[in-house]
């Protein structure tokens, strides 16, 4: 029977500050060596034969882009076609992770952010995985409470509405976004305030996520019983 | 670098006829041999080099339970877990296939559709994978097209009511479903009425899904600008 190499992929976002505004950003690596040497690819590596593909996606994150404060991981797709890799036959897992703004991990030399809207050459069948990534975040920004993964623990309801903004790439009204949230139960405040209001402006309020492990919070609803 | 036998495994659903009612029911084969000899099994296979993943599921579908029309597909999740298979390494990819309501392949002699609330003994790791199975598809009657996967080309609000109940396990009211599916443009009337009423009523109105293919038809509205 056959057999074959298995590799663990990340698509690691974040909403990251950026030139000329802050943007949804995906981490890549610079190849040097063939196939694809120069074009950008996702950090990945292969499965040992003791781990799960979701432990080595974590190791390889680890040893290869430093980053270990990893607030989502879930997995997306396998990817499977024979020839995706002009060397050898490799089956990948892909991996969907997230990174909350407040991180700046020390990236190597050959490793960058890109705006998943302006992506550089990308390797293997990199592009669409990246595509895939950001759809099945921008759907569960909506029904889960996948925000807190985005956030730092601390915000006010102004930082958390760019923030969707960026990540869903459209306007979002801060009223309307509280409405939801606190309706869902996803944030509660703090009690606090920021110590200085947003350019110059009062002092404003800060909230919390109720819970930084993923929650479907509008499950359905619409064809659920007596709706 | 080490390699692994690599699966295709499949979690056909189908709302079917059943005692004493009907019953949303997953498709699986009792095993004749070690490990889990006598235990239940989802349709499974080695993929070949030459094929994908998702290829390898319809290929094995087709010879092992006579399964060719499938009316959607799609992936599921990647079981890696080192100790899965105590053979041998085997990494599985799975997949969610939807049979309509108005099929009956002829399986094999050691084949059955257990209601997916009453399972047997499940060999391996499969029944988690069913149940991912039943939620992904729960999940998605709510904010896509999937009902069509369920459903006979053409139907009854009725015969639509009563499937969409089984597969979400609770009551569900025609009048709202038909709203809703109406609304979104899912289903359209056929023109025509059923050749004799349910229970010796009145004919009743004949209806169909507009698409085949799965199509997001609530993306996310709650984020939406303007709402």
Sequence with gaps: MAKYRHE??????QVRPGTPRPQLSVLMLRRRRDPYAGAWALPSGPVEATETVGASVRRHLAA????????????LRTLSDP??????RTIATAYLGLVPWT??????????WWPV????????DHRPVIAEGVRRLRAKLSYTNI?????????TMAQLRRAYAIALDHEVSSTNLQR???????????GDVSASG???GRPAKLFRFTSRELEVTDPFAILRPNE
């Design 8 to 13: 663990a992929l990340a698509v690691v976002l």
């Design 64 to 75: 290869k882009v430093d980053l270990t404060q990893i607030a989502h991981l879930e997995q």
């Design 83 to 88: 020839g995706r890799d002009p060397f050898e």
């Design 103 to 112: 991180s700046d991990p020390e990236l190597p030399a050959h490793g960058a």
């Design 117 to 124: 809207g302006a992506l550089p050459e990308v390797a293997f």
């Design 147 to 155: 925000g807190f993964a985005l956030a730092a623990d601390e915000f």
């Design 180 to 190: 939801i949230l606190l309706r869902r139960g996803q944030l509660e405040p703090t």
């Design 198 to 200: 947003e350019q110059g």
